[in-house]
């Protein structure tokens, strides 16, 4: 007998993810299901800003809804944000213009978010503060906003909802939707992992897939258009910048460019696209794009070198015939009993800042389908881990391990960076740096591996942030190869394959960028994986996912 359910939330994004977390806390019989890994699609490509929506000032019930969920991030996870000063340099009378108004709405709403009103600079101050800038400013302005660690944010709400009686399971792929009676009956994935096709029974269905909401929709015979938009971010090599920068594109659009944990991030580029969301690359036109328009305020930028790039597709709204920076950055929860297919719903749009808000609205519609009264309390109850503050200075002394390794454990652990410390107690030699660049240590590894169901390498990529700096996993990868294995008793083909499946996952985001200097550090990394294992043949060579075979 297939297993029945109340709810299932089809998309580990973060979307999915707080729409289970939500499902869960509420008592419904809920389980998560994701083709490959917890945040591996969309919003792994994002930037991470939980911002105020300000960008988006001329739909002001958007604007109170971020920063009112601003405000909620900094109570359920706090340990995962960070606090960024942004200076918007203004070189010439007309980047001023819209500067006022935005000043005013930004100001309005500060208090509640704790963070001060708009400032305007001198150019003097402003070079104080970011001595990267154009000398030839004639004013900044100063605000403040909060990121959050994406990947951290989505595994977290996967395991609380765990915590709270859902199934989570990754690397399954939802194939059908089948309907009896015009409402949704059974929902049929594809396990990589067993490679075998299981089956559910539920009464309904959220469908959470950002980018692929069409295509889902589609298994189940409702009809659903997203306005797809195609987003590439620049990673650069080290922190250039010690602010965020915001400044006028080429185009008169704002771009950025955001210091990222130990790399800044500059991006975005937004085109709409009709391309598969599975195989988009960054093209060279949007990297010179982006260096182009930056470089007018951090005349530096192309002095640091390109690591990798990064794309990811907008859901958007279907709100055509006007540009892209028109169309609203609300979402759209469409209940497809308009389609006939009841307790089916799909989400449209949104942004990852709105993820909790948007699982509450479809919680609640989930809730009203099946009878079920209950109140939501995610904006409330802590995430794992933000229970209490974390005294790093103390941890690090007591523990033996450097203040930098532990500060880093506690920003992606808050209060359980304690347990992982502890595992050292009995095994000293795991306070050992496997990732020198952001660094990660042994114990925190074995730890990801044993509580937070990574699958692959990548997996654990995404939880401890392995391999995401400045070398790009060449130093880090065959050591944690190593940890892995033993932690999941894999034979020395099976670590192989694990090996080539990063370095390939990682090519990549290298494969856009690669000139100038990144060359030369190609060249490296291929000679390091050359000589080691003769990894060489095996390099590129590397085995397709199952959306990523062509005919
Ligand atoms: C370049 C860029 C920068 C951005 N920056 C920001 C930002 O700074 N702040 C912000 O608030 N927002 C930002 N956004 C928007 C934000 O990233 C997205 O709105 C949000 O992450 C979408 O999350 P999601 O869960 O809906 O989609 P996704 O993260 O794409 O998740 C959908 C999941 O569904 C899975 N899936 C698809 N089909 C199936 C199937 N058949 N079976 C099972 N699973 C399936 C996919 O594998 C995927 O994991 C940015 C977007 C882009 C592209």
Same mark, same amino acid.
């Given at each position: 007998?297939?297993?029945?359910?109340?709810?299932?939330?089809?998309?580990?994004?973060?979307?999915?993810?707080? =729409?289970?977390?939500?499902?869960?806390?509420?008592?419904?019989?809920?389980?998560?299901?994701?083709?490959?890994?917890?945040?591996?699609?969309?919003?792994?490509?994002?930037?991470?800003?939980?911002?105020?929506?300000?960008?988006?000032?001329?739909?002001?019930?958007?604007?109170?809804?971020?920063?009112?969920? @601003?405000?909620?991030?900094?109570?359920?996870?706090?340990?995962?944000?960070?606090?960024?000063?942004? %200076?918007?340099?203004?070189?010439?009378?007309?980047? %001023?213009?819209?500067?006022?108004?935005?000043?005013?709405?930004?100001?309005?709403?500060?208090?509640?978010?704790?963070?001060?009103?708009?400032?305007?600079?001198?150019?003097?101050?402003?070079?104080?503060?970011?001595?990267?800038?154009?000398?030839?400013?004639?004013?900044?302005?100063?605000?403040?906003?909060?990121?959050?660690?994406?990947?951290?944010?989505?595994?977290?709400?996967?395991? *609380?909802?765990?915590?709270?009686?859902?199934?989570?399971?990754?690397?399954?792929? @939802?194939?059908?939707?089948?309907?009896?009676?015009?409402?949704?009956?059974?929902?049929?994935?594809?396990?990589?992992?067993?490679?075998?096709?299981?089956?559910?029974?539920?009464?309904?269905?959220?469908?959470?897939?950002?980018?692929?909401?069409? #295509?889902?929709?589609?298994?189940?015979?409702?009809?659903?258009?997203?306005?797809?938009?195609?987003?590439?971010? +620049?990673?650069?090599?080290?922190?250039?910048?010690?602010?965020?920068?915001?400044?006028?594109?080429?185009?008169?659009?704002?771009?950025?460019?955001?210091?990222?944990?130990?790399?800044? $991030?500059?991006?975005?580029?937004?085109?709409?696209?009709?391309?598969?969301?599975?195989?988009? +690359?960054?093209?060279?036109?949007?990297?010179?794009? %982006?260096? #182009?328009?930056?470089?007018?305020?951090?005349?530096?930028? !192309?002095?640091? !070198?390109?690591?990798?790039?990064?794309?990811?597709?907008?859901? $958007?709204?279907?709100?055509? #015939?006007?540009?892209?920076?028109?169309?609203?950055?609300?979402?759209?929860?469409?209940?497809?009993?308009?389609?006939?297919?009841?307790?089916?719903?799909?989400?449209?749009?949104?942004? $990852?800042?709105?993820?909790?808000?948007?699982?509450?609205?479809?919680?609640?519609?989930?809730?009203?389908?099946?009878?079920?009264?209950?109140?939501?309390?995610?904006?409330?109850?802590?995430?794992?881990?933000?229970?209490?503050?974390?005294?790093?200075?103390?941890?690090?002394?007591?523990?033996?391990?450097?203040?930098?390794?532990?500060?880093?454990?506690?920003?992606?652990?808050?209060?359980?960076?304690?347990?992982?410390?502890?595992?050292?107690?009995?095994?000293?030699?795991?306070?050992?740096?496997?990732?020198?660049?952001?660094?990660?240590?042994?114990?925190?590894? !074995?730890?990801?591996?044993?509580?937070?169901?990574?699958?692959?390498?990548?997996?654990?990529?995404?939880?401890?942030?392995?391999?995401?700096?400045?070398?790009?996993?060449?130093?880090?990868?065959?050591?944690?190869?190593? =940890?892995?294995?033993?932690?999941?008793? %894999?034979?020395?083909?099976?670590?192989?394959?694990?090996?080539?499946?990063?370095?390939?996952?990682?090519? #990549?985001?290298?494969?856009?960028?690669?000139?100038?200097?990144?060359?030369?550090?190609?060249?490296?990394?291929?000679?390091?994986?050359?000589?080691?294992?003769?990894? *060489?043949?095996?390099?590129?060579?590397?085995?397709?996912?199952?959306?990523?075979?062509?005919?």
């Amino acid at each position: 007998m297939p297993k029945e359910y109340d709810v299932v939330v089809i998309g580990g994004g973060s979307t999915g993810t707080a =729409v289970v977390r939500d499902c869960a806390m509420r008592g419904l019989k809920s389980l998560l299901i994701e083709r490959d890994d917890i945040a591996s699609a969309t919003v792994g490509t994002c930037a991470g800003m939980i911002s105020s929506g300000l960008k988006y000032m001329e739909e002001p019930h958007i604007v109170d809804m971020c920063s009112e969920e @601003v405000v909620h991030f900094n109570r359920i996870a706090r340990h995962l944000i960070m606090k960024n000063p942004i %200076l918007t340099p203004m070189l010439e009378m007309g980047d %001023l213009s819209s500067g006022g108004s935005f000043a005013e709405e930004y100001s309005k709403r500060a208090a509640s978010r704790e963070v001060p009103p708009v400032l305007f600079l001198t150019p003097e101050d402003s070079l104080k503060i970011e001595p990267k800038i154009n000398p030839n400013l004639i004013a900044s302005m100063y605000f403040e906003e909060f990121f959050i660690d994406p990947f951290r944010l989505c595994i977290l709400q996967a395991m *609380d909802a765990r915590s709270h009686g859902a199934d989570i399971k990754t690397y399954c792929e @939802v194939i059908e939707v089948t309907t009896r009676d015009g409402a949704v009956e059974e929902v049929v994935f594809f396990n990589r992992l067993t490679r075998q096709k299981e089956r559910v029974t539920t009464k309904t269905v959220v469908n959470a897939t950002g980018p692929w909401a069409d #295509k889902v929709a589609r298994m189940a015979g409702a009809d659903l258009e997203i306005r797809l938009n195609k987003g590439a971010h +620049v990673v650069l090599d080290r922190r250039v910048v010690n602010v965020g920068i915001i400044a006028k594109a080429v185009d008169g659009r704002m771009i950025y460019l955001f210091p990222h944990e130990n790399t800044v $991030l500059l991006g975005t580029t937004a085109l709409d696209t009709w391309e598969d969301p599975d195989t988009l +690359v960054t093209e060279q036109d949007e990297i010179e794009y %982006l260096l #182009k328009s930056i470089e007018w305020v951090i005349p530096s930028i !192309r002095e640091a !070198r390109i690591v990798r790039t990064m794309e990811g597709v907008r859901p $958007l709204v279907a709100d055509w #015939k006007k540009p892209e920076g028109k169309v609203t950055r609300g979402y759209e929860l469409i209940d497809h009993e308009r389609d006939g297919v009841g307790g089916l719903v799909s989400f449209t749009g949104g942004k $990852l800042v709105m993820c909790r808000h948007m699982a509450e609205a479809a919680t609640n519609l989930v809730c009203a389908k099946l009878g079920r009264e209950s109140q939501c309390r995610t904006h409330i109850e802590p995430l794992p881990g933000n229970e209490s503050d974390v005294d790093v200075v103390s941890l690090a002394r007591e523990y033996g391990v450097s203040q930098h390794a532990v500060e880093r454990l506690r920003a992606r652990r808050g209060t359980n960076a304690t347990k992982v410390l502890e595992m050292t107690r009995e095994h000293p030699e795991w306070k050992t740096t496997i990732c020198t660049c952001e660094p990660v240590i042994e114990a925190e590894i !074995r730890y990801a591996i044993r509580e937070e169901f990574p699958r692959t390498i990548n997996d654990l990529r995404r939880r401890v942030r392995l391999g995401t700096g400045p070398c790009q996993g060449t130093f880090c990868t065959f050591k944690a190869a190593a =940890v892995f294995a033993e932690e999941l008793d %894999l034979d020395g083909q099976e670590m192989r394959a694990e090996i080539v499946d990063f370095l390939a996952e990682r090519w #990549k985001g290298k494969r856009p960028p690669l000139r100038g200097e990144q060359v030369a550090q190609e060249e490296v990394v291929q000679g390091v994986y050359a000589c080691v294992a003769n990894l *060489d043949q095996e390099y590129t060579n590397y085995e397709l996912k199952p959306w990523e075979e062509r005919d």
